[in-house]
């Protein structure tokens, strides 16, 4: 189904359901024995979504020789995938709060658990910001398996096409003090100038020495989405009911390097090459050619 400007979705529709992708996704990468990452939360969401095909992938009841040829192939590529994405931002924020910042904003939390998982400084707040029918689900479904947060986490429940700065300063955040933000896979659903008013709004609400992480794929200006089709149409076939090229909005769009470095702020990005031989794993020969797959990484500090 196409985008539109008032689309709303739950953790099993629409772009909610790329967050239990996403969640599988890091499932499995915590059982690799590379152990970049370990999040315990990951596999039990995805199976309290309940979707067919991701519940069987992360227990491991789908045999990836019956999708396609290639399918265990770019099974291990998006699984390595994860892990070092997951690793990255986890690395990234461990590091801003230890300078001393106490309030993270993680804007289109999905199924994210570090507010749960990670081992936040005493002090630290940590703001989860997405549609109300996703941080319902998670809170609920989070209580349910007895886990408690390891931050002080605060929820906003709201679109963030609606007054999402306003909601976050009645959750308690203050734009006076410091704050480390994440945007994890979020920016190829937006627009190109929603992605920029995102920025803009994120610069209002920093004070001098926040911090920034996000990702920029450049391939989204030569997106194909009949190929996207064709080469995912195997997975339809098999009960999973989701045509992502329909949610991502393709096209030329600024990178955080170059819009937030117009703006002060010093940001520094990292193919993801570089983070693959950092972090020790092989990168496959799958992501060569794919746009798709040409992801940098980006961090950086409000230097104002």
Not at 54 to 73: E, R, S, Y
Not at 123 to 140: A, C, L, M, N, S
């Given at each position: 189904?196409?985008?539109?400007?008032?689309?709303?979705?739950?953790?099993?529709?629409?772009?909610?359901?790329?967050?239990?992708?996403?969640?599988?996704?890091?499932?499995?990468?915590?059982?690799?024995?590379?152990?970049?990452?370990?999040?315990?939360?990951?596999?039990?969401?995805?199976?309290?979504?309940?979707?067919?095909?991701?519940?069987?992938?992360?227990?491991?009841?789908?045999?990836?020789?019956?999708?396609?040829?290639?399918?265990?192939?770019?099974?291990?590529?998006?699984?390595?995938?994860?892990?070092?994405?997951?690793?990255?931002?986890?690395?990234?924020?461990?590091?801003?709060?230890?300078?001393?910042?106490?309030?993270?904003?993680?804007?289109?939390?999905?199924?994210?658990?570090?507010?749960?998982?990670?081992?936040?400084?005493?002090?630290?707040?940590?703001?989860?910001?997405?549609?109300?029918?996703?941080?319902?689900?998670?809170?609920?479904?989070?209580?349910?398996?007895?886990?408690?947060?390891?931050?002080?986490?605060?929820?906003?429940?709201?679109?963030?096409?609606?007054?999402?700065?306003?909601?976050?300063?009645?959750?308690?955040?203050?734009?006076?003090?410091?704050?480390?933000?994440?945007?994890?896979?979020?920016?190829?659903?937006?627009?190109?100038?929603?992605?920029?008013?995102?920025?803009?709004?994120?610069?209002?609400?920093?004070?001098?020495?926040?911090?920034?992480?996000?990702?920029?794929?450049?391939?989204?200006?030569?997106?194909?989405?009949?190929?996207?089709?064709?080469?995912?149409?195997?997975?339809?076939?098999?009960?999973?009911?989701?045509?992502?090229?329909?949610?991502?909005?393709?096209?030329?769009?600024?990178?955080?390097?170059?819009?937030?470095?117009?703006?002060?702020?010093?940001?520094?990005?990292?193919?993801r090459a570089d983070l693959f031989a950092r972090y020790g794993l092989p990168l496959s020969a799958y992501?060569?050619?794919?746009?798709?797959?040409?992801?940098?990484?980006?961090?950086?500090?409000?230097?104002?």
């Amino acid at each position: 189904m196409a985008r539109t400007d008032d689309d709303s979705w739950d953790v099993a529709s629409s772009v909610g359901a790329t967050a239990t992708l996403v969640a599988a996704g890091r499932a499995i990468a915590s059982t690799d024995p590379h152990g970049l990452i370990d999040d315990p939360y990951a596999a039990p969401l995805v199976r309290a979504v309940g979707i067919d095909f991701f519940t069987k992938m992360v227990d491991g009841d789908l045999d990836l020789a019956d999708i396609a040829p290639d399918a265990a192939q770019r099974a291990r590529a998006n699984i390595d995938e994860m892990a070092v994405r997951t690793k990255f931002f986890d690395d990234y924020l461990i590091a801003a709060t230890g300078t001393g910042i106490r309030q993270v904003v993680i804007l289109a939390s999905g199924l994210d658990s570090r507010a749960y998982r990670l081992a936040w400084p005493a002090g630290t707040v940590v703001y989860e910001i997405d549609q109300p029918e996703v941080i319902d689900f998670k809170t609920r479904t989070l209580a349910g398996l007895g886990a408690e947060p390891t931050a002080q986490r605060r929820t906003v429940s709201i679109d963030l096409r609606e007054d999402w700065p306003a909601a976050l300063r009645s959750a308690g955040f203050d734009p006076a003090a410091p704050s480390a933000w994440l945007a994890e896979g979020l920016l190829i659903y937006l627009p190109p100038d929603a992605q920029d008013r995102l920025f803009d709004l994120i610069d209002e609400l920093s004070a001098p020495g926040s911090t920034m992480a996000t990702e920029f794929v450049p391939g989204l200006r030569d997106f194909d989405a009949e190929r996207a089709r064709e080469e995912t149409a195997a997975l339809r076939a098999h009960g999973l009911d989701l045509d992502m090229p329909s949610l991502v909005y393709p096209g030329e769009r600024h990178s955080a390097v170059d819009y937030l470095g117009s703006r002060g702020w010093e940001m520094t990005g990292t193919p993801r090459a570089d983070l693959f031989a950092r972090y020790g794993l092989p990168l496959s020969a799958y992501v060569e050619g794919n746009p798709m797959a040409e992801i940098i990484y980006i961090s950086g500090t409000q230097k104002r």
